[in-house]
């Protein structure tokens, strides 16, 4: 029932928050633009940057996938956390910046840049883009709801239910206020915000 503060500016030193994952572990992992900082659950802290194996201090996104492993996106590709260092696995995206991370409930990690979007499933990378049907080749942020269905949400052309057998472009035509979507959930009630 109160706001506690876990970390004080001094502990941050200038960084700019700009994403948050609470791992299984209960570790607070955050990405900002000096990097990335994990908080374990005893109040300890680790920095990760370039100096750690991440490809760029600017860290836009921190997932963790069903086997346990840390990924980082950052604004030079992805990397995953492989003991005390980040490593950055031969993906095809290697400099391009990653403004978010995602993974299904199929297991498959989604990696959303300024080129589209990269599937990787079973060590096999996927990408979608305007070239195979996207309305952009920038998305920010991805969701699965209830149904198990993708939302994309894009930097500059609205919502997309990305789907194979019937996608649907949601813009101001559609009542959208605007095309740029920064984060997309699910009420209990089923309805997308």
Do not use: C
Request: glycine content about 14%; aromatic content about 8%; proline content about 4%.
């Amino acid at each position: 029932g109160k706001v506690t503060t876990l970390m004080d500016e001094v502990q941050f030193g200038g960084d700019i928050v700009l994403g948050l994952l609470a791992d299984s572990h209960d570790n607070l992992w955050i990405a900002g633009t000096l990097g990335l900082i994990e908080r374990s659950a005893d109040g300890q802290t680790r920095r990760f940057d370039s100096h750690s194996g991440l490809p760029e201090d600017l860290v836009r996104s921190v997932v963790e996938d069903r086997d346990g492993n840390i990924w980082a996106g950052t604004n030079g590709g992805i990397a995953r956390l492989e003991g005390d260092r980040f490593v950055v696995p031969a993906t095809g995206t290697e400099s391009n910046v990653v403004r978010t991370l995602f993974e299904d409930r199929e297991g498959d990690l989604w990696v959303g840049g300024n080129d589209g979007l990269t599937r990787l499933r079973d060590d096999s990378f996927t990408a979608y883009g305007k070239t195979e049907g996207m309305p952009s080749d920038e998305p920010n942020t991805m969701f699965q709801d209830h149904r198990g269905q993708l939302w994309v949400g894009f930097h500059d052309a609205g919502l997309m239910l990305f789907s194979k057998t019937n996608p649907r472009l949601f813009t101001h035509r559609d009542g959208m206020p605007e095309t740029e979507i920064f984060s997309i959930r699910e009420t209990p009630g089923g309805d997308l915000l």
